[in-house]
Structure formats: C-alpha cells, structure tokens
C-alpha cells in the first residue's frame, strides 16, 4: 500500500487521516502549517442578527471575547465547527456540511441579516446575498519550520495530499526536485497544483475541491498499483 501523506493543518489533518483509513489507506500526518492567534477588537454583539463560523479554528482562537456572542444565533460549517463552539459553551449550533456560501443561505432563509464571521485572514469566497457580513480574522496559518520527518516519509510511490495554494508553495519549497519523479500529488485545486511546482510522478486534482474526492483519487491510484 502506498503511503498517504497528509499535509494540512490540524484538526483538519486528523479527520482526513480518518476518512483515509475507512478507505483501506494508509495515511501519515504531516501538517505545513499550524493555527496562531491574532489580536482582535470584539465589536458589540447587539450590533449582529447572527454569528457564523467556518473553522474550528475560529472558535479555538478568538480567545474570551468569544463568549460574548453566545447569545446570538450561530451557524457553524463542519461538524468540528460544531464541535468546538459547543466547547467553548454553546448549548445550541444551527450546522450545514456543505461550505460558506449555502450556510449563508441558511442564514439569509432564517431572516437574519447583519453577520458577524470569526475567521481566519484566508476564507474560501463565501455568496453573501443579503446578508451585511462583518469579516474579522481571529487567527491565520503559520508555516511550520521544514521537517526532515517529511522527507523521510516520502518515500518512493507516496501520495502527498494538498489541501490549499500555500501548502502547495510549502511543498514545493521542501521537496528536492530530485526526489519528486517517484511521488504522486493530489492537489484540491488546479490553482494548488499550480503552486508544487513540476517534475512528479503524476499530478492531479478532483473535479470539485473536496476532501473526499481528493482520497477517491488517491483511492484509485492505489487499487491501480494493486492490479
């Protein structure tokens, strides 16, 4: 079996690493990046009809200021958005699995208006329709120092996974040319496959930007050695 390495950040990396092993693969988590809290002015919350979140990370790092919020309706993405508000002391979270721009819908179709996003300084577009969005980053992603553990597990026939552009230009910084003819790359968009550079075994990218699409690719390539 080919190794599977897994390269985005936590906890993201370790819900992928999940799904993987349902597949029958064999992953490793290596994360490029780690989330880092920022400074930031908590507005009024009687100024917002809603709260919304897109990351777990949103909830981690806003720090105290986050509980003034609870009061407010709040709308998460992703069951570990969920998650983690709950553990910040949120009884109730309205949750949609799908991205930003249907959770807005939900937002708009339950008649509120004026949102407050805690969010990271990069978001995936979000189609605000009627909604007046107030956007403030709580934390970004830093880059982690190379890891020579990396390359170790690069071994020849691996499958690196690669969930943003940045990780991409990551990957691209750390892996010698000469040790990218024997690894298979799995990007979640072409824009992220642009960002690793050339020179790999194969390159490949989902038909929409998706985790599970990503392992059914990555799925695929291993059945195809197994043949």
């Known amino acids: 079996m080919r190794p599977l390495l897994i390269l985005r950040p936590q906890p993201g990396a370790d819900r992928t690493a999940e799904k993987a092993r349902r597949l029958g693969l064999s992953p490793v988590v290596h994360p490029l990046f780690a989330p880092e809290m920022l400074d930031w002015s908590a507005p009024l919350a009687q100024d917002f009809d809603a709260l919304l979140l897109t990351s777990a990370n949103g909830a981690r790092c806003a720090g105290p200021a986050l509980k003034a919020y609870r009061a407010l309706p709040t709308y ?5 958005t969920a998650a983690a508000l709950h553990a ?41 329709g009627p909604l007046a969005i107030t956007r ?3 934390y970004h992603m830093a880059a982690l120092p190379p890891d020579p553990a990396l390359i170790a597990a690069a071994t ?11 990780a991409g230009e990551q990957l691209g910084a750390q892996m010698p040319q000469s040790r990218r003819a024997a690894l298979h790359l799995i990007a979640i968009s072409p824009t992220a496959l642009a960002a690793c550079g050339d020179g790999w075994a194969s390159a490949a990218c989902p038909p929409r930007p998706d985790d599970d699409e990503m392992l059914a690719l990555a799925r695929a390539l291993c059945e195809g050695q197994q043949q």
């Open 76 to 80: 998460a993405v992703g069951q570990a």
């Open 88 to 128: 910040a002391g949120w009884n109730a979270v309205i949750t949609g699995d799908r991205d930003g721009s249907a959770i807005a819908a939900r937002i708009a179709r339950d008649g509120h208006r004026r949102v407050l996003h805690l969010a990271g300084t990069t978001v995936a577009p979000i189609d605000a």
């Open 136 to 138: 403030i980053a709580v």
């Open 156 to 166: 020849p026939g691996a499958i690196l996974l690669v969930h943003s552009p940045r």
